[in-house]
């Protein structure tokens, strides 16, 4: 049923009198008095109006994620209290009585009182509430649900999303499900059983809460600093200097605290990054991926000659990492997602061979060459949907990767990307390679040598109005292009019908007969069209050359793609 142009002061009040807090009614009442004055500031008002109240925030895959603010199309805490009713009604009909929830949250706005919200509405509906005593990173929420045995996990973040959003991230366990999906993110059709209970709870205000959840003590954090340090072995080369930052996020003291258990104690954190700030104030991104987002760490590594820099977001499930190179601009080199994913999946392909057991597993947006190097230690590879929450399922999963610098180095603890286990094997593959006089651009060219090199890059178009992505899809699948950078398109595969390995998604893929390929989809999080692309040049022993071929292709596939989008 289509919204009516305007949200009416009735629908407002009633919010306004369901909404606990007394803060974001305040908010709400403020913006409705405004609208109603007959002023110029009564039709931004209005607009203000209209957006916090164009439908509920949406509860999908991905929990919920939005804007802090007052009104249902916001993240608050009546939003929260609904969401927790519902995510309890379903615990209650699939385990019974006695469910249980652990709950962690980070250090933006809201997320403690999200948290506790959370752990209130599962202890009144019959549910057994465990919070985690302080806030920090997303990984250890992973951890703590399979640590526990929880049958699910709740965790309060917005990621590496600006400082005025929050998010809600759910995952199931214990009794909830079976199998691979054990501590993993839901997916359909868990996330629309769970909406529509959301849906049917009953105005904020009247949800049942109580007090009687539990704050857990330190035991969970201890036994996952124990298991993310036994990733390493005891007698390793420990010797190299790394300079770390968390963005202002929550996993600095975790990611410091596991490295030193691993035996690298030579790390030097970004003293204006380090404390935890909702405002992430030297950052215009919390984003390790965004330009200039490690200037101060790769500063501070100039200044300290450090061997290693490593970047996590502000809930530390991903990890980002530079490295001293020569041939670089400035001396130091920022890796790919797909770059990291290639070194730390040849790390664990080579451990992994010795038994000849275990699944690396990778999104189809993700670089090939990880799929190479399975198969060159005789192991299987296989291709996910986008987001760990699909990764993360794959059966006998040993490695997993995507390339938005997430990672999932150790699946029997943590079935979801994690940061912080990544930053301790980052650390010992830099040392690894040291003991070998080797370099990590070296390594990677070594990588290229028997794989060829495999460049990545991105196109990215924001848009004001959604129908313009959908156009764009329609018209890709009507008149797909049939050369890209000098070579006819062989294949052409519309992942709306699904394939052998992925399920039904919105995306196209076409590659070319010199082996390029480009991925179109939109994205799952915010309104943008994504084009992902891969360009393979065989490398041999001149892999300067391969580079360099592989990078004028790289310019003209850019060029074809962004034609053919008709969006740029």
Not at 252 to 265: D, H, I, K, S, Y
Request: charged share 25%.
């Amino acid at each position: 049923m289509q919204r009516p142009l305007h949200v009416s002061a009735e629908e407002v009040r009633a919010w306004i009198e369901a909404d606990p807090d007394g803060t974001t009614r305040a908010e709400l009442s403020e913006l409705l008095a405004r609208a109603g004055a007959e002023d110029e500031d009564a039709a931004l008002a209005q607009e203000d109006l209209d957006s916090r109240f164009a439908g509920q925030l949406e509860f999908g895959t991905a929990g919920l994620r939005g804007e802090l603010g007052a009104g249902p199309h916001r993240m608050n805490r009546a939003v929260v209290l609904r969401t927790a009713a519902g995510l309890s009604d379903y615990l209650a009909e699939v385990v019974g009585p006695g469910f249980t929830v652990v709950i962690g949250y980070d250090a933006r706005y809201g997320s403690t009182a999200f948290a506790r919200d959370t752990a209130a509405v599962v202890d009144a509906a019959g549910g057994r509430a465990s919070l985690l005593p302080e806030r920090g990173p997303t990984p250890l929420l992973a951890f703590a649900l399979r640590h526990l045995g929880a049958d699910a996990g709740v965790m309060v973040t917005a990621s590496h999303n600006p400082p005025q959003d929050n998010g809600y991230k759910v995952y199931l366990g214990g009794r909830a499900v079976a199998g691979a999906g054990q501590g993993v993110q839901i997916v359909p059709p868990y996330d629309a059983e769970i909406a529509a209970r959301i849906a049917a709870a009953p105005p904020a205000v009247e949800i049942p809460t109580s007090d009687g959840w539990e704050v857990l003590g330190g035991e969970v954090r201890e036994a996952y600093l124990q298991r993310v340090a036994s990733l390493v072995p005891p007698r390793h080369t420990r010797g190299i200097r790394i300079v770390h930052t968390s963005l202002h996020g929550v996993g600095g003291q975790t990611v410091l605290e596991a490295l030193r258990r691993a035996g690298f104690t030579d790390v030097h954190p970004v003293p204006d990054q380090a404390s935890p700030d909702p405002d992430f104030p030297t950052v215009a991104f919390p984003n390790p991926e965004e330009e200039g987002a490690l200037d101060h760490a790769i500063r501070l590594a100039r200044a300290v000659d450090a061997d290693l820099v490593i970047a996590n977001d502000p809930d530390a499930d991903r990890c980002s990492a530079a490295v001293p190179d020569p041939t670089a601009d400035g001396g130091w080199r920022q890796l790919t997602g797909d770059e990291i994913g290639s070194l730390l999946g040849e790390q664990t392909a080579s451990a992994a061979a010795f038994t000849g057991r275990g699944v690396l597993a990778s999104s189809v947006v993700s670089s090939r060459m990880l799929a190479r190097i399975a198969g060159s230690h005789g192991l299987e590879h296989r291709t996910t949907l986008t987001g760990f929450k699909w990764i993360a399922r794959t059966e006998g999963l040993v490695f997993g990767y995507e390339e938005a610098i997430g990672y999932c180095v150790d699946p029997g603890a943590v079935r979801d990307k994690d940061g912080i286990s990544a930053a301790v094997r980052l650390a010992y593959l830099a040392a690894q390679l040291r003991d070998r006089d080797q370099t990590v651009p070296g390594a990677l060219d070594e990588l290229a040598q028997h794989h060829g090199v495999h460049e990545t890059a991105q196109i990215s178009v924001r848009v004001e109005d959604l129908s313009l992505i959908t156009d764009t899809m329609a018209r890709l699948r009507a008149h797909p292009p049939t050369t890209l950078a000098g070579s006819p398109v062989a294949t052409t595969t519309d992942l709306s019908h699904g394939t052998d390995e992925l399920p039904p998604t919105d995306g196209m893929v076409f590659e070319t007969e010199a082996g390029d390929r480009v991925v179109v989809r939109p994205s799952g999080t915010e309104p943008k069209l994504k084009c992902y692309l891969e360009v393979v040049e065989p490398a041999g022993t001149d892999v300067p050359a391969a580079r360099r071929a592989a990078g004028s292709r790289m310019v003209a596939l850019r060029r074809n793609v962004s034609e053919a989008l008709e969006l740029e």
